[in-house]
């Protein structure tokens, strides 16, 4: 296959960042450029390149778009790189959901292009088939992609109550915020502290965690999901809590798991009695998940990431892969 010519929207935030970092030593890809408003004259950090602002950028010269950029602005831009005829890989909310209706019951406002919906979810471990050879993709949000592989395979087996909540505790580094500055990931806020915010159902990932979750199993509880700010710089932890059904008792849990995942390259199922952390995750494109029995019917997983990874730059850029025939690992071991 020839070079696969690649650029990059939204090149200065801390997701595109990683994602530059990831696509210059691809071997497969060569990265003509990235854009940033803010930074722009300014040399993309480990290239040869300059930032240059969107408006100076012509999606045409790439052969594949990736969008780091914030949500409405980026499916304006998907809509440009679609009429350009090229491939687009989206890290924003914009096409995760799969209508309007939930896009706005998330976001609270209208999606600026809803002919765009539904698009592939870039889920490789879970939608691998579907998202082969195609023009767009939808990466997840980090907390979704780190809480839907703890559960992958739970619903799977269709292992879970339909009565009873599933209960998601996460923990995200300071970089999930990104990169503009705030006064809740100040310095002074953050350091020594552990802050949770959008807790319950309030966060703007549950519609997207539910729609997928329940794509592979209907019968299934609400999700609960209670989101925390850890004083870290990167690296998320999903603590999740469920109810099994008959059909599957706590102590069979690390089988299916081993199970489905055994053939995952990027997916590391830890030995029974050893627990995930985020050190494990941090710096690798990899998830890394523990599981533990907990009486008869019920079971702790724990499942790790690295927000700008496995959460988002590089599960950008493993969706490229597959969307080129390419071993879809590659660039990323």
């Known amino acids: 296959m020839n070079t696969i010519r690649a650029g990059v929207y939204g090149g200065s935030g801390y997701a595109g960042l990683d994602l530059v970092e990831i696509l210059a030593a691809h071997p497969q890809v060569d990265l003509r450029f990235a854009t940033s408003n803010t930074y722009a004259g300014d040399t993309a950090p480990g290239t040869d390149l300059r930032y240059l602002p969107a408006a ?7 052969d594949v778009i990736f969008l780091a950029l ?4 980026s499916a304006v831009m998907a809509k440009r790189g679609i009429e350009a005829g090229v491939k687009v890989v989206d890290l924003s909310a914009d096409l995760r959901l799969d209508t309007p209706e939930a896009y706005e019951a998330s976001y609270h406002s209208p999606h600026p292009h809803p002919e765009l919906l539904p698009a592939p979810y870039g889920l490789p471990e879970i939608n691998r088939a579907q998202l082969q050879g195609v023009d767009v993709v939808a990466t997840p949000g980090c907390y979704p992609t780190t ?3 703890g559960l992958y395979p739970l619903l799977q087996f269709g292992a879970l109550r339909s009565d009873a909540p599933i209960f998601v505790d996460a ?3 300071v970089t999930g915020a990104g990169r503009k500055p705030s006064l809740t990931t100040h310095f002074a806020e953050v350091y020594s502290n552990l802050i949770p915010y959008k807790t319950g159902r309030a966060h703007r990932h549950v519609g997207e965690l539910e729609q997928e979750a329940r794509k592979l199993s209907d019968a299934i509880g609400p ?5 925390h700010l850890l004083p870290v710089d990167r690296g998320l932890m999903s603590s999740i809590y469920v109810s099994l059904n008959d059909s599957m008792s706590s102590d069979q849990t690390q089988a299916a798991y081993l199970e489905v995942y055994g053939g995952e390259a990027l997916v590391d199922v830890l030995p029974l009695g050893e627990q995930a952390t985020l050190k494990q995750a941090v710096k690798t494109n990899k998830c890394v998940i523990s599981i533990t029995p907990v009486l008869d019917r019920y079971a702790h997983i724990t499942s790790v990431t690295d927000n700008l990874r496995k959460g988002a730059a590089s599960q950008a850029v493993q969706n490229m892969n597959l969307m080129f025939g390419l071993d879809e690992t590659l660039g990323l071991l």
């Open 223 to 227: 999700v609960i999901f209670c989101p």
């Open 171 to 173: 923990k995200s580094g």
């Open 70 to 73: 914030p949500h409405k602005a």
């Open 147 to 149: 809480t839907l592989l």
């Open 56 to 62: 100076e950028v012509c999606p045409g010269d790439a």
